[in-house]
């Protein structure tokens, strides 16, 4: 996962509170669901329901104790048991692991899937701890969290510096908790130890079907699209991978630099040349260039798939693409995001355009639940069906309303958070 990530997301909480207030104008203005205006159920919203922190005793490899320090927040769970990530990093904090909880509760709405929002994390430098460390350190956040955690409860999944064999540890160590066997306590887990097939590429074919739906909508698939991608790890590579029988791959780029070839970039070379190289510049045929370069392509969609915050007030006049598709979570800041849309930029939003991983881990936690295992034609498949049907409801917001598709999705999801929030209280 993208290490940038974890960094600079002090007014994230801020701008999502900002973001939620625009969206329940709307919802109000609109009158888009029945709400008892009186009994102010938006300020649930403003909220987490329960913020956890845990102190984390771990036995190092040299004999000496440490305790190391952990955060549970869950968000939102109205709609269904809390969902998101648990990220091992030592900039995690309380504010950032709260924003990221609310980012999840939208996401999951806009997605439709039966589920809330919640992040955790904990504050730590993976890279510094042996694997034996890192899985007494796993097992004690298992501990920690039993109590508030659980199949219909809280399902965490992995994020940034964490794995499936981390999500098999934290599962194994829950289930003698509770002593019984139980897989649904977390996604993300191995193929082996009650994983979902399709998981891996998820959240890669989750975009390329956003983004085809986007083409579809707008009469652009039969034209040539160009595409540079910004990023070349777990999400950027299966988006290029996948989307390359379909359009031109023109840039893409790592840490090290970016690579731009304007007849096209053959991708499984190129996945054989970073394997071998460890990274993608240098290429045979493609000229290496900046990642700001890379921003600034003339291309018909550029995606940003790497880390928060690349298109800011520095750069954002640069940008010639007519389309971006946002993989990261929150690539560009929202001032600008704004300042395009006027400009006449579409941004496909990362509440949507990145919720393929978090749809197949909700079809993981299905299957443990059913004790079943899909092939991976028919979570493909499902997968296909939630992101059309999730793009044909943002539009058709978009439209009615006349909005930018971020402000629509938010719209959409807070309008159902809402409503099952109001049916309760
Ligand atoms: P990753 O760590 O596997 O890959 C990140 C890529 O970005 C790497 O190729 C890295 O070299 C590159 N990179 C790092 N710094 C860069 C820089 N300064 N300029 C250009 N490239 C740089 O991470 P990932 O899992 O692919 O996640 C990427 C983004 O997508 C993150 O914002 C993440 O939160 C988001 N995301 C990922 C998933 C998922 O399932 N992987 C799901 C939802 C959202």
């Not at 994020?159 to 064999?165: H, R």
Request: proline share 4%; charged share 25%; with cysteine.
């Amino acid at each position: 996962m993208a290490e940038g990530q974890v960094r600079d997301d002090k007014s994230m909480m801020k701008d999502n509170l900002n973001q939620l207030e625009a969206a329940y104008e709307i919802i109000k203005t609109h009158k888009l669901i029945s709400l008892d205006e009186k009994k102010n159920v938006i300020e649930i919203l403003r909220h987490p329901k329960r913020l956890v922190r845990v102190s984390l005793p771990v036995l190092m490899d040299s004999g000496v104790i440490n305790v190391y320090e952990g955060y549970r927040v869950q968000y939102n769970d109205a709609r269904g048991p809390f969902k998101g990530g648990l990220r091992y990093h030592h900039e995690v904090d309380e504010d950032e692991v709260t924003s990221l909880a609310f980012w999840m509760a939208i996401k999951c709405a806009v997605a439709d899937i039966p589920m809330g929002g919640g992040k955790g994390g904990i504050v730590v430098n993976p890279k510094e701890l042996s694997s034996a460390e890192l899985e007494r350190l796993t097992r004690a956040l298992a501990r920690a969290l039993a109590p508030v955690v659980g199949p219909n409860v809280d399902v965490p999944a992995p994020d940034v510096y964490t794995t499936p064999q981390m999500m098999s540890w934290f599962k194994d160590e829950y289930s003698k908790y509770v002593g019984k066997e139980t897989p649904a306590v977390i996604t993300g887990k191995p193929m082996e130890d009650g994983g979902s097939l399709g998981r891996d590429k998820a959240t890669g074919l989750g975009a390329v079907y956003t983004l085809e739906a986007y083409l579809t909508q707008t009469a652009q698939s039969e034209k040539e699209i160009t595409v540079a991608v910004q990023g070349f790890g777990n999400a950027g590579l299966h988006f290029a991978e996948l989307a390359h029988p379909n359009w031109k791959i023109v840039a893409t780029s790592d840490s090290k630099g970016a690579i731009y070839n304007e007849a096209g970039l053959d991708i499984k070379a190129l996945i054989e040349h970073k394997e071998k190289t460890k990274s993608v510049i240098d290429f045979p045929g493609a000229k290496n260039i900046t990642n700001e370069e890379l921003l600034a392509l003339e291309v018909d969609v550029l995606v940003p798939a790497a880390l928060n915050s690349v298109i800011t007030e520095k750069n954002w006049e640069s940008i010639k693409a007519k389309t971006i598709l946002e993989i990261a979570n929150g690539p560009v800041s929202l001032p600008e995001s704004e300042k395009l849309f006027r400009k006449g930029t579409t941004i496909i939003p990362d509440v949507l355009a990145n919720s393929g991983g978090v749809v197949v881990s909700y079809f993981e936690w299905d299957q443990n639940m059913k004790n079943e295992h899909w092939e991976l034609n028919d979570v493909n498949a499902k997968l296909k069906e939630k992101i059309v049907t999730a793009f044909t409801t943002l539009w058709e917001t978009k439209e009615k309303y006349s909005l930018d598709l971020r402000t629509a999705a938010y719209v959409m999801a807070v309008a159902r958070i809402l409503e099952a929030e109001a049916k309760r209280n």
